[in-house]
């Protein structure tokens, strides 16, 4: 089993930072791609930034030079640093763990969500 576990979302003033973690937790042997997504009400699930195992990364357009995704392979975490928010970017926040191995089976594993983190960006 995979367990993923956001934090950090919050109430924050346009322009304003906050900073998303996601923890990943089970008898995995290695993490492949991770990303977060974003919902806000009304509107279809998005991808805002992704990370592969090796550290390469990519972004929706709207949030390059803003936002962050960064990971450790070691704690099995990734956190997204979000800077100079936008009063559109209000929504729940998912990370997403694109593929894990287990350590035991040698086994993949696809496509585990968390519960997601409300951001609010508001004045």
């Known amino acids: 089993q995979v367990q993923v576990v956001e934090s950090g979302g919050g109430l924050v003033q346009p322009g304003g930072s906050l900073r998303l973690s996601c923890a990943v937790s089970?008898?995995?042997?290695?993490?492949?791609?991770m990303g977060w997504y974003r919902q806000a009400p009304g509107k279809q699930r998005e991808l805002v930034a992704i990370?592969?195992?090796?550290?390469?990364?990519n972004y929706i357009d709207s949030v390059k030079g803003r936002f962050t995704i960064s990971r450790d392979n070691d704690k099995n975490t990734v956190v997204l640093q979000m800077n100079n928010l936008k009063l559109e970017e209000t929504a729940v926040y998912y990370c997403?763990?694109?593929?894990?191995?287990?350590?035991?089976?040698?086994?993949?594993?696809?496509?585990?969500w968390g519960q997601g983190t409300q951001v609010t960006v508001s004045s």
């Open positions: 997403n763990v694109q593929k894990v191995v287990f350590t035991t089976t040698q086994r993949a594993g696809y496509d585990y």
């Open positions: 990370i592969a195992s090796g550290g390469t990364t």
């Open positions: 089970g008898s995995i042997f290695k993490i492949y791609g």
